[in-house]
């Protein structure tokens, strides 16, 4: 009598999603490969489609590993160069909000709401170079939802590109590879005891980037070992030691389990890896972004910092001056009383402004951060602020663009009851129909924050 089989699930799988199908490739908890490379017809076009693909996977597939990791061709990925200057001593949340704003600078995309992994790879001519990969928050919260009823845990979305070590072969000597992926082209080089070096070549947008390549590998020159990596593309490239293409099945379950043996292997990979939420503070962002309009802000705040703090030692002056005079008011009798009454009453006001600074002095420290962050959350979806810029009279203007006029209205309500306590008023804004469309619109607009002084910080 025969017991019946029952199949035991795979420790880690690798689930490698393109244009064209899904390559999934499982192992045991050492990293061997457990069976062969399953090919599931399942495409995904676009990282905003992965939670789809991945569900659509579930479906069509055997249950994954308890570990899943999810390489994904087309997932946005970049080389950024920040200062290395600006960088030193930087925590880790502050060097993820730079980078996320540089990602924002080069490419255009709006990553207020996006993940971003980053691995650091080089430091040369006082500049700190970062691969980083982007995923939509919303995305990679839907895609663990998706593994929620299969039990997998997700270990990490990533690019399959730029796996630090050689596809065939130990690292002994110098050794450089070439990987041409669906919409970039990447390079790596590394010699013996030394730092990864990388470029990124974005093929869709770069019409001159085989150009750039030959370039890059000029300056290389030479080395002991080369190798090659095709997707689903045939380009003109240089000859190298070894070549794998990607859509000869035998080549791409060497590579797929070539990169589960290093994940495996290592406690943190040098590669970027979105891997869990990412509490981002979009105050730092958004001064970050704001660039040289937050320098012209801060600068104008320490301006009225130091005359408060001037202010705020010759009120204490005046106070002590006024106590001594009460004294000698007090001291003089019937006929100084009337004087004393007067001098009580200015102690009471030097009092009152002097438990009202420091408060203010703590707002005003915070001012320039809180103006972004609040006109950042204020704004509606289809309104756009275009400048903050300080007027003539030193009032704030804000500038922008609604495609509906109540936007307007709705930012200016919401703004004023954000920065009250920061002893600004409003005014109304003001309207312009631009009449770009035939039902109107869109309309530009602007409005004006109104410092109320000391007064505006007593409430």
């Not at 950024?80 to 200057?85: G, R």
């Not at 990124?200 to 370039?215: A, D, K, M």
């Not at 190298?240 to 990607?246: I, M, P, R, S, V």
Request: proline letters at 4%; aromatic letters at 8%; glycine letters at 6%.
């Amino acid at each position: 009598m025969k017991l019946p089989f029952i199949k035991s699930r795979p420790a880690y799988t690798l689930l490698y999603i393109t244009e064209a199908k899904t390559f999934r490739i499982d192992t045991d908890k050492h990293g061997v490969i457990v069976g062969h490379l399953t090919v599931i017809d399942q495409r995904c076009d676009s990282d905003k489609n992965l939670p789809h693909s991945l569900e659509k996977i579930l479906e069509k597939s055997e249950p994954l590993g308890k570990k899943l990791w999810i390489s994904y061709v087309r997932l946005s990925t970049q080389l950024l160069s920040l200062p290395s200057a600006q960088l030193a001593g930087a925590e880790a949340e502050m060097l993820e909000q730079a980078l996320l704003f540089e990602y924002e600078s080069m490419t255009g995309e709006s990553v207020a709401q996006s993940h971003l992994a980053h691995h650091f790879i080089s430091d040369e001519d006082e500049m700190s170079s970062y691969w980083v990969t982007v995923l939509g928050k919303e995305i990679f919260t839907k895609i663990t939802e998706a593994l929620k009823p299969s039990g997998s845990k997700l270990q990490g979305v990533i690019h399959p590109a730029g796996l630090p070590e050689l596809i065939v072969g130990e690292v002994e000597e110098d050794w450089l590879r070439l990987e041409i992926w669906s919409n970039t082209a990447i390079t790596l080089y590394q010699k013996p005891s030394e730092a990864l070096a990388m470029q990124i070549f974005h093929t869709e947008e770069n019409s001159n980037w085989q150009e750039e390549l030959n370039v890059w590998l000029l300056e290389i020159g030479e080395v002991e070992r080369s190798e090659t990596i095709l997707n689903n593309r045939m380009e003109y490239l240089p000859h190298t030691d070894d070549t794998f293409h990607l859509s000869d099945e035998v080549m791409l379950e060497l590579c797929l389990g070539r990169w589960v043996s290093y994940l495996l292997s290592v406690d943190k990979p040098a590669i970027p890896v979105i891997n869990k939420e990412r509490h981002i503070n979009m105050d730092l962002v958004l001064m970050l972004g704001g660039g040289g309009l937050a320098l012209v802000l801060c600068v104008g705040h320490f301006t009225w910092n130091l005359y408060q703090r001037n202010e705020f030692e010759y009120q204490v002056e005046q106070l002590t001056k006024a106590e001594k005079d009460i004294k000698s008011a007090r001291d003089g009798g019937k006929k100084t009383r009337e004087s004393s009454a007067k001098i009580e009453k200015t102690l009471a006001t030097l009092r009152t402004n002097v438990q009202v600074i420091p408060k203010a002095m703590a707002a005003l420290q915070s001012r320039p951060m809180l103006l972004l962050k609040g006109l950042a959350e204020s704004s509606p979806k289809d309104l756009i602020i275009e400048s903050i810029s300080v007027n003539e009279e030193a009032h704030i203007m804000v500038k922008g663009v609604a495609l509906q006029p109540h936007l307007i209205n709705q930012l200016a309500s919401q703004a004023k009851s954000d920065f009250t306590d920061l002893g600004w008023s409003i005014t109304t804004p003001t309207k312009t129909d631009l009449m770009a469309f035939p039902a109107g619109g869109p309309w530009e607009f602007s409005f004006l924050l109104k410092d109320n002084g000391l007064g505006g910080f007593s409430k």
